[in-house]
Nanobody
């Protein structure tokens, strides 16, 4: 079973940066797609970014485009989400997900989810 371990969350001032990491458990088959979703209190979980490991294709929500960057380290089975120019609106619990989704921007199709890491941006 694939297990995802997230790290890198924390408290940061507006305009600052954080880098989230999501490591896949070793010795298991690597899902082709890994995505990041976030959920703020009182709101639905929303898509943030995704990467296709095989094609090295990246996807971003309009709200984070040009500020966030997703990348991979195949040797470490780890995907990163570099978050720059953070805004208070980015405050949320961030979850990494893995699977073989047909539509990377929807939760359906992702088979595995991490426990989440909190990102808090002070205004």
């Amino acid at each position: 079973q694939v297990q995802l371990v997230e790290s890198g969350g924390g408290l940061v001032q507006a305009g600052g940066s954080l880098r989230l990491s999501c490591a896949t458990s070793p010795g298991v088959r690597q899902p082709p797609v890994m995505g990041w979703f976030r959920q703020a209190p009182g709101k639905e979980r929303e898509f943030v970014s995704a990467i296709n490991w095989s094609r090295d294709s990246t996807y971003y929500a309009d709200s984070v485009k040009d500020r966030f960057a997703i990348s991979r380290d195949n040797a470490k089975n780890t995907v990163y989400l570099q978050m720059n120019s953070l805004k208070s609106e980015d405050t949320a619990e961030y979850y990494c997900a893995a699977g073989s989704p047909v539509f990377v921007m929807t939760q359906t199709g992702y088979d595995y989810w991490g426990q989440g890491t909190q990102v808090t941006v002070s205004s």
